[in-house]
């Protein structure tokens, strides 16, 4: 039996407020947020803020990807860590971010949260591998 690809669900605007405390717990769901924003500015001059969509995935994970615009089709994305430099639509570039946020989130003090965050890193990066774009968010993370 082969394994099916993963695939992706927009979370409905009825549900969006259920969204972060659902992934990233009620206590973290602010911070996390927080993160996830100043992760996107810190990578991209072009992210000026914006609307984001809520994606949950078939095996489990998440992630938050802004909402692409005329004025924002793309962004160009610089990773001082790593050197890594090139331009992302907005959907590469929300799994960026978001991996970016689960990767710090690993490090919590609290060893049931850093598992939980540690196998929704892993589930992302699942679903990334199978995405046309995932070599550059890759590379972009590594």
């Not at 196998?119 to 995405?131: K, P, S, T, V």
């Amino acid at each position: 039996m082969a394994n099916e690809r993963i695939t992706r669900t927009a979370v409905p605007e009825s549900t969006r407020l259920k969204f972060l405390p659902k992934y990233f717990t009620p206590r973290l769901m602010m911070q996390a947020e927080a993160m996830v924003y100043g992760k996107a500015g810190e990578l991209s001059q072009d992210y000026t803020g914006g609307y984001w969509e809520f994606y949950e995935l078939s095996n489990g994970g998440f992630y938050l990807a802004p909402t692409p615009t005329a004025a924002t089709p793309a962004y160009n994305v610089e990773v001082h860590g790593n050197g890594y430099e090139g331009e992302m639509d907005a959907d590469a570039f929300g799994l960026t971010v978001t991996m970016f946020v689960l990767g710090a989130l690993c490090w919590f003090e609290n060893e049931t949260l850093r598992e939980h965050f540690s196998e929704m890193y892993h589930r992302l990066r699942a679903y990334i591998i199978e995405q046309e774009h995932g070599g550059e968010v890759l590379a972009a993370i590594d």
